[in-house]
Each structure stands twice: as C-alpha cells, then as structure tokens.
C-alpha cells in the first residue's frame, strides 16, 4: 500500500532500509567488542535510509509517472536483489546446528530459568507494542479535531528525532561513562510513558504533539541499542532469537487484538490503547529497576560460560 503525505512517501521503506543495514553490517564483521557500536549505528543508520527511501520514492513517482521501470517497485525490486546477493556473497558466519531437544533444554535453562532474560523480553515486549500503537495512531491525534496539518513534514521529524536519540548511546555506554544501562533505561522508559499518557488524555496544540512525538522517538532511538546490549550481556547467541521471539510474540496478539476491537469493532477508544501503552512503558521501567537491583554483582557473559 502507497501513502503520500505532502511531498514523502512511505511506499517500500522498508525494503531500503533493510538494504542499507546489511550493507552496513557485513562491513563492520560480526566482532564482538563492535557488536555495541554496531547497535546504535544500525538504529542511526535505519532512521537516515527511511528519510532517504521516501525522498527517493517521491523522485522516482515525481518524476517517471507512467514509467514502470523507474517506479518504485521496481527500485525495491533492484535494493533486493543486491541485498539477497551481498548476504548470499558476504556471509562468513558457519551456521550451527543443534538437535530439537538439545536447543529446548538449552532455552528452558538459560532464558526461561533466569528471571532477568524474563524482565527483558517483557521490557522488548512493552517498546515493541507501544512503537506500533504509537505508528497506527499517531496521525489520527494529530488531525483528531480535523485540523489541516502537513503530515509529510511531521514524519521526518519523528524520524531525525529516532537519530538523534540513537547517537546519545555511544555517550552513556562509553569507557569514561559509569552509568549503567539499567540506569538510564528507567529514566528513558518513565519518559516514554508520560509522553504517551500526556498525549492520551490531554488536548495539546500541533506544536506539542509534535515536541512530545519527537521526545518519543528520541528515546526509542536510545532505548532500541540499549537493549540489544543488554540482550548480548545476558543471552546466548545461539538462544537470541529465541528470547526475541517469546517477547513479540505477545506483543503482535496484543497489537491484533487492540486492532480488531479498536479500529474493526470501535469498542476501545484511541485513547484507551495509547494509556495501555503507556502503562507498559511503566512496567518495563519498573523492570529495568529489578534488574539493576538483581545485577549488583558484575554483569555474566554467556559467551564466555
């Protein structure tokens, strides 16, 4: 589906933005003491190639109406196959396999056993959630009173604001730094709370939407890397994915179901699901707390247990 919003467009995004990570990613290697500068560059770096894909669009539909072979499909088209053949060329990685039972053992003990993977995955749970609410309503609270705004102008502004946010990592986490990660993720969560509790319930002019929606996005942006590190601090390589799916798994039926009964039904109001929202960015501080208060001892590395 193709949406033009005064002069962007978020036809195909997704595509050029996935190009431009692997791209990014299989120049940097698979290190592991780059692995924490790679999180927050691959934030950065999708923020800038979702502005640049729109832009892109928007010149290519601008400019070649008419002209299929410079449409945007096929430009997404051509973006995938390059990134099919630099993952098929550049791969290094020897895949490791492991028997059912083996990798079931394994996920029993390491993540559901240990109740601080447990408080992360609900944490990826509650920022997965809220960034799709925040996605599907956002334009509606904006224009909620019928008021004419430039949507188009909005978006990359959410999006520069997701950058910003993204560069803040490198200077919290870095070797002179001595704030934990737990410690600001409490703070960055209740922050992401509010803004979506204030948005909820109280009518704002366009201005403070858009200052509160930027606030948002900026700490997503920080929020995203920082909990990749903390996923490669307290998780195997091999049981990553694993962990990554039990939390967006509930977090994608609960976005079904609020769609279903919210936009299908009409029996829960934008307002209630935006409050759910935020009550998730609640718990997730609380447990960052937890596990700050759990991980007084120095921090256990799987990969090297």
Do not use: D, W
């Given at each position: 589906m193709f949406i033009r919003l005064n002069g962007y467009s978020s036809t195909h995004e997704d595509i050029l933005c996935v190009f431009f990570i692997i791209i990014f990613i299989f120049q940097q290697g698979h290190r592991q003491d780059t692995l924490n500068e790679t999180f927050w560059l691959m934030s950065y770096f999708e923020s800038a190639s979702l502005i640049g894909s729109q832009v892109l669009s928007n010149w290519l539909i601008g400019n070649n109406v008419g002209k299929n072979i410079s449409s945007p499909s096929m430009a997404a088209f051509f973006f995938a196959i390059?990134?099919?053949?630099c993952i098929t060329k550049r791969w290094a990685e020897v895949p490791q396999t492991a028997s059912?039972?083996?990798?079931?053992?394994?996920?029993?003990?390491?993540?559901l056993g240990d109740k601080r993977i447990l408080l992360l995955a609900w944490a990826q749970a509650c920022l997965h959630f809220s960034i799709a609410v925040f996605w599907i309503l956002w334009a509606p609270t904006v224009v909620a009173d019928g008021r004419e705004v430039h949507l188009g102008l909005i978006y990359p502004c959410l999006v520069g604001s997701r950058?910003?946010?993204?560069?803040a990592f490198p200077w919290l986490t870095g070797g002179l730094s001595s704030i934990r990660t737990e410690d600001y993720l409490?703070?960055?969560f209740i922050i992401v709370g509010m803004v979506l509790s204030i948005t909820a319930y109280d009518y704002q002019e366009i201005g403070v939407l858009v200052t509160l929606f930027c606030l948002f996005h900026a700490s997503v942006g920080l929020i995203s890397p920082s909990l990749a590190k903390l996923r490669t601090m307290f998780v195997p390589n091999e049981l990553r994915g694993g962990m990554i799916?039990?939390?967006?798994?509930?977090?994608?039926?609960?976005?079904?179901?609020?769609l279903v009964q919210g936009g299908y039904y009409r029996n829960i109001e934008n307002s209630t699901i935006m409050a759910i929202a935020a009550l998730g960015m609640f718990?997730?501080?609380?447990c960052m707390h937890v596990l700050k208060r759990w991980g007084k001892q120095p921090y256990q590395n799987w990969h090297k247990s």
């Open positions: 390059i990134a099919i053949v059912f039972k083996e990798y079931r053992t394994s996920f029993s003990a390491y993540i950058m910003l946010g993204s560069t409490v703070y960055a799916s039990i939390s967006q798994a509930p977090a994608t039926a609960a976005i079904l179901f609020f718990t997730a501080a609380a």
